[in-house]
């Protein structure tokens, strides 16, 4: 039991940049106070204690802040950041290594008893805070959720899923996020650049507006060209007073 908590802890220093002490983590992160309490509610829970555990589930939420329902099966290193708001239901499986910001819910959208109704996180996944993960699938190892996401089909291992509902991005299309993550050791709060494929396709057609209105006004000047050698007027002045912006429009979709 001490050896898990000292790796709990450990994760803690390790992931957030605001600890400064063993000391103080032990006695002001109720992140790690909820997992602690859980680790009880879910042994009272697996041994037929029900009440007992939804009772230590219930204390636990009014200390924490954080609901965590006593059947509900978390992993090792585990950092429920900040975690004012996280709700984790009865069948949801957290794997080890996990990062979890505060209002995120893994939910289910399914009525039926005994089901398995929550989603299952892979290790070292990263759900960014306000994200909603609804339903009985699975997120796969490494996976990033973005902040506000809302996901309700499977996330492939290495992917990020961000929007609402959510996009699913594969890792191998972002190298440079890649790289980003790996020296941080994981992408707080789920966030990485150029990640919205939404995004992606608006900045491939302006770029591509911006080189077909190149190729026109290079049109244009052989045609003046050709039109003074002949000595005949141009047909009109249109490219000089129209101008496609594709910085302007390139910087609202956030380039």
Not at 20 to 27: A, F, K, N, Q, Y
Not at 55 to 63: D, E, G, N, T
Not at 176 to 196: I, L, P, W
Request: glycine letters at 12%; aromatic letters at 8%.
């Amino acid at each position: 039991m001490f050896s898990r908590l000292r790796s709990d802890i450990q994760c803690i220093l390790e992931r957030d940049p605001a600890a400064r002490s063993t000391w103080e983590v032990l006695t002001c992160y109720p992140g790690l106070h909820a997992l602690v309490l859980h680790r009880w509610a879910h042994a009272c829970w697996r041994y037929g204690f029900k009440w007992l555990g939804r009772f230590i589930s219930h204390v636990s939420r009014w200390l924490t802040g954080i609901e965590i329902h006593p059947g509900a099966r978390i992993g090792n290193r585990v950092f429920f950041d900040h975690g004012m708001g996280i709700v984790i239901g009865e069948t949801a499986e957290i794997g080890d290594g996990c990062t979890i910001y505060h209002g995120v819910t893994l939910g289910g959208t399914s009525l039926y008893k005994g089901a398995k109704r929550h989603p299952t996180l892979g290790r070292d996944v990263v759900v960014g805070a306000g994200a909603k993960v609804l339903g009985g699938f699975e997120v796969g190892d490494g996976a990033r959720v973005g902040s506000n996401a809302v996901v309700t089909k499977p996330v492939p291992a290495g992917a990020t899923a961000v929007g609402n509902p959510a996009r699913i991005i594969q890792a191998e299309q972002d190298a440079r996020r890649e790289e980003a993550a790996s020296k941080m050791g994981f992408s707080a709060y789920g966030v990485t650049q150029n990640d919205d494929p939404l995004s992606q396709a608006l900045r491939g057609l302006i770029d591509h507006a911006a080189s077909q209105e190149h190729q026109i006004t290079l049109l244009w000047q052989a045609l003046e060209q050709l039109c003074d050698r002949q000595q005949v007027p141009m047909p009109g002045d249109a490219h000089r007073t129209e101008a496609f912006e594709a910085d302007k429009l390139n910087q609202l979709v956030g380039k």
